[in-house]
């Protein structure tokens, strides 16, 4: 199959069979996926259907009852093996994002690397040109605008290099006006770093604008999985057509 001193390329990240119970109730279903280094996937579906949950199972916050988590092939969560949250080599956004307050900017995209790090002020300058944020370098949270704030949070999770960024709803606490704009920089500051991004959104405008691939999840499973117009054009059933119609 491979020849000998041949790697087999493994998936940024990879999960099989992932299931999460509440109570005797399946949360997550058997969840199986796949992303790549610079791909981004989103996982989309109605609120309640289970991809909060798939994340904080990557994350490490909970645990799953079933299923593997491997990361460039190593596991995380595999039977007995259980890589603490802050080993996993994941990033973090969430909708509520709190940037520190009494820390600027720079401090703040900072915060996640050691201090003595080779290269850190480097790497905080690269990611502040990266979101557009230089001149505002040493200016405190309070004076930014919601979405110059959304920015630093950005470059303060990309900071350390996360192999996986798993991002939560992360544009829904921004203004209409705001939004599509700051998903296409943030997509385009995601490309320009090369991580595999995990985005969890309900609305379908949203994958359809920023994913490589959707992961198409209802009642704790993936119904579908694949490239945005190819779902949006064959959706698997009428739930799922309904699903998209409300796409505007
Ligand atoms: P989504 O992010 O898609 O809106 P969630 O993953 O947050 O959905 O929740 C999926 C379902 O699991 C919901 O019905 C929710 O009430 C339930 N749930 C989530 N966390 C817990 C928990 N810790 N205990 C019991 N039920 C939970
Ligand atoms: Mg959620």
């Known amino acids: 199959m491979f020849q000998s001193g041949m790697k087999i390329m493994e998936p940024r990240l990879r999960i099989e069979g992932l299931t999460r119970r509440f109570g005797g109730r ?25 991809k909060s949950t798939t994340l904080r199972l990557i994350a490490g916050v909970d645990w799953p009852d079933a299923g ?35 820390l600027t900017v720079a401090q703040n995209v900072a915060f996640g690397l050691p201090r003595k790090a080779a290269g850190r002020d480097e790497r905080v300058r690269e ?62 500051v995601l490309k320009a770093e090369g991580t595999a991004v ?21 009642d704790g499973r993936i119904v579908q999985a694949g490239a945005p117009y190819t779902i949006y054009n064959n959706p698997v059933d009428l739930p799922a057509a309904a699903f998209f119609s409300d796409l505007n």
């Open 68 to 102: 593997s988590i491997h990361v460039d092939g190593a596991p995380i969560v595999d039977g007995r093996a259980r890589v603490p949250p802050e080993e996993r080599g994941i990033g973090l956004m969430f909708q509520d994002f709190a940037l520190f307050p009494h």
């Open 198 to 218: 995990l985005l969890v959104t309900h609305e379908p405008t949203e994958a359809m604008r920023m994913a490589d691939e959707i992961l198409l999840m209802r």
């Open 127 to 188: 990611l502040l040109g990266r979101v557009g944020m230089t001149r505002h370098a040493e200016k405190h949270p309070h004076e930014l605008s919601g979405g110059e704030q959304q920015r630093v949070a950005l470059a303060r999770a990309l900071a350390p290099r996360p192999r996986i960024m798993l991002m939560d709803e992360p544009f829904s606490g921004l203004d209409d006006r705001l939004r599509d704009d700051i998903r296409d920089e943030t997509l385009a």
């Open 26 to 50: 399946e949360v997550v279903r058997d969840v199986s996926l796949s992303i790549e280094a610079g791909q981004v996937s989103c996982l989309l579906g109605p609120s309640g259907c289970g």
